[in-house]
Every structure is written in C-alpha cells, then in structure tokens.
C-alpha cells in the first residue's frame, strides 16, 4: 500500500511545498498536487471545480489513508462514499484536535469570503458554540508566504485571545508555515491542520493494524 496520501486540490506548487515542509518528519507521507485543480481554493466555485480533478488524482495511486489538504474539506463526502480507504478532511480533524487542547477556538482565515462557507461547516461538524471567532488576513492563499502575512497572523491571532480564544486554528494550507512562530509569540495552542490531521490518520492506522 502507498502510506498517507495527501491531497492539495488546488494546482499550486508553492502550496504543496509549504504542506510538505511542514510534514517533513513523517516518512510515511506523500504530498501530491491536483495539478488540473484551480490554482486557489478561495470561493464556493473553486471548491465546486476542485472536486473532479480530485477524485481522479486519489483514484490514480494506492494509499493507506487520504487526506484533502484544503481547509474547505472540498470532496470530502464524495472520496468517502467511492473508496473504503479511510478519507481525512484538514478542517474536520483540526477542529476535533483543537478541542482536546482547549474549549474556545479561534480561526485564522485567509479571506472574508470564507467565512460564511466556514460558518456553515462549523454548524454541520456542531462545533459552531466552540467557535468564538473567525478572522480573516484580508489576503489570497497564495500570498500567505510573506512577513506582512504573519505579522497579520500575529495581530489576528491576539484578537482571537482577547476575544476568549484559548486555541488557534490555522483555517488555511497557506498558514502552515507560521505554526512553530506564531504559537511562541501567542502563548496559547496553535493547530497546524495538516499535521493534525496527518497525526490522526497515524493513529487511526496504528488502531486498525492492531485490530
């Protein structure tokens, strides 16, 4: 079998270098691009246009596990109801991660135009009560790599605490990179979501190789 496949449904490069840095410790990771996807995953129609191309990149190698690397979890559903591979969304598990570190989570998004898409995710996953905020950074995915984006993180991420957040969650690939930073400078658990759920999918795996 082909160990966790992981999935980044936009067709950007630069991102599926940030994910694979930040899993860099994980030999059991491969990291592959959707390379007919859209080049940002950003409103409702990219996450519509990701799906397809998708679906036929996890078709077209084994893995173990398979994990969307969009904060959007775009196919979620349709790789569960095709494949008894088990299927991780970065949203999904980073969520249910966060909230064993804490009860109050805050997001940092990367534009206000998630936020209602996200909105609605949180009610279907009953997080919503947890969720005391939602920032946005005001800048596209693929703009995240600069210090002005993390100094943006950073203010986002103390409005988060001052709003009663006692967890950050990271609601975008592109903020992988500002993990390790951001939680020294902030002091409270910040969850990176691929290597959330690439963690959740070990275990997962370890659980069903004992069984």
């Known amino acids: 079998m082909g160990g966790i496949l992981v999935i980044n449904p936009n067709s950007s490069e630069q991102i599926s270098a940030q994910i694979r840095n930040a899993l860099s410790d994980f030999d059991s990771v491969t990291v592959v691009t959707s390379a007919s996807g859209p080049s940002a995953i950003e409103t409702d ?3 519509l246009s990701s799906i397809d191309p998708m679906l036929v990149v996890a078709a077209s190698q084994p893995a173990d596990a398979i994990v969307v690397a969009c ?4 196919g ?4 569960r109801a095709h494949t008894s591979t088990p299927v991780f969304g970065i949203a ?3 969520m249910q991660v966060a909230l064993t570190a804490g009860s109050h989570l805050g997001v940092i998004s990367s534009m206000k135009t998630s936020l209602p898409r996200h909105e609605r995710y949180w009610e279907r996953l009953g997080v919503s009560d947890s969720v005391v905020a939602d920032i946005p950074l005001g800048l596209g995915v693929l703009e995240l790599d600069t210090p002005e984006a993390e100094s943006r993180a950073l203010w986002a991420g103390s409005q988060l605490i001052d709003a009663g957040a006692d967890v950050i969650v ?7 990179h500002m993990q390790e930073n951001l939680g020294e400078m902030l002091g409270v658990p910040v969850v990176d979501p691929c290597l959330a759920t690439v963690e959740t ?3 997962t795996l370890a659980g069903r190789s004992v069984t």
């Open 45 to 47: 129609e990219d996450v």
């Open 71 to 74: 904060f959007s979890d775009p």
């Open 76 to 79: 979620l559903d349709h790789l």
């Open 92 to 94: 999904e598990s980073a």
């Open 170 to 176: 990271l609601g975008c690939t592109g903020l992988t």
């Open 201 to 203: 999918a070990e275990v």
